[in-house]
C-alpha cells in the first residue's frame, strides 16, 4: 500500500495564480482532511470529507475549495494565490472516528 | 470553540524519562490523541485516548484526566530518534473530523 500520495512536494505560485494539490489515498478509508502548517500556529483544519460526495468546512477555509468525487481522491483547489498561502499543507485519511490520522507527506508551498 | 496548551520546547537527556504535557478548555470532545513530528516530515500517529487514565504502547504510554482537561505522553527510556516535535489534538464529540491540533512541543534528545 502506498498510503497517502500528495503531489506536488514543492510548489512556487505567484500571486493570483491558481492550482490544485493533490491527494490519493489507497486504504478505502472514509474521513479525509486537509491541513496547512506555519511554524507556531501548529495544523490548522482548511476542509474535510467524511465520504465520497461530502465535504464540510473547517477552522481556515476561505481561498480554497475541495470535492470529493470518489473515496480515493480528495484534491484541495488554491482559487487566487496570495503570499498568505505560504505554508505546508498535509492531506490525511482515517477508517474511523476512533482511529488516527495516516498523513501524506506533505506539499511545501511558496507564493510570491 | 476548543484551545489546547503544551510547552514549546524541552529537552531531556538519553535514556531517561520525559513527560510532556497537554492542557486544554472545551466544551467536551470525543478523545485525544498524540502524533509524532520529526522536522520536515508529516505527523505520525502515536497514542488515541478516549477514557480517563494511562495507556501503554511500549515506550510510550498517554495519560488522559477529563475532569482536569490534562493529558501527558510519557517516553521512556529516550533515544536519539526521539528528538522530534509532539502534536496533542482533541477530537470533538459532534464534529468527528474536525480534529483540533495543539502547536506542539519540541523536543531535543541530548547524549
Known amino acids: 500500500n502506498a498510503g497517502v500520495t500528495q503531489t506536488p512536494k514543492f510548489q512556487v505560485l505567484k500571486t493570483g495564480q491558481s492550482m490544485t494539490l493533490q491527494c490519493a489515498q489507497d486504504?478505502?478509508?472514509?474521513?479525509m482532511s486537509w491541513y496547512r502548517q506555519d511554524p507556531g500556529m501548529g495544523l490548522r483544519l482548511i476542509h474535510y470529507?467524511?465520504?465520497?460526495?461530502?465535504?464540510d468546512q473547517g477552522e481556515v477555509p476561505n481561498g480554497y475549495n475541495v470535492s470529493r468525487s470518489t473515496t480515493e481522491d480528495f484534491p484541495l483547489r488554491l482559487l487566487s494565490a496570495a503570499p498568505s498561502q505560504t505554508s505546508v499543507y498535509f492531506c490525511?485519511?482515517?477508517?474511523?472516528?476512533?482511529?488516527?490520522?495516516?498523513f501524506g507527506s506533505g506539499t511545501r508551498l511558496t507564493v510570491v | 470553540g476548543q484551545n489546547i496548551d503544551q510547552p514549546t520546547e524541552m529537552t531531556a537527556t538519553e535514556g531517561a524519562i520525559v513527560q510532556i504535557n497537554c492542557t486544554y478548555q472545551?466544551?467536551?470532545?470525543?478523545?485525544l490523541f498524540w502524533y509524532q513530528q520529526h522536522a520536515g516530515e508529516a505527523p505520525t500517529f502515536l497514542s488515541y485516548n478516549v477514557l480517563d487514565g494511562l495507556e501503554e504502547k511500549g515506550r510510550f504510554s498517554s495519560f488522559l484526566s477529563r475532569s482536569k482537561g490534562y493529558s501527558y505522553l510519557l517516553l521512556k527510556e529516550l533515544q536519539m530518534k526521539d528528538s522530534a516535535s509532539y502534536l496533542c489534538a482533541l477530537r470533538p464529540g459532534g464534529g468527528y473530523q474536525k480534529v483540533t491540533f495543539g502547536t506542539g512541543t519540541k523536543l531535543q534528545v541530548i547524549p
Open positions: 472545551t466544551s467536551g470532545f470525543n478523545g
Open positions: 470529507s467524511v465520504g465520497a460526495g461530502i465535504t
Open positions: 490525511a485519511s482515517s477508517p474511523g472516528t476512533d482511529r488516527g490520522y495516516t
Open positions: 486504504m478505502n478509508h472514509e474521513y
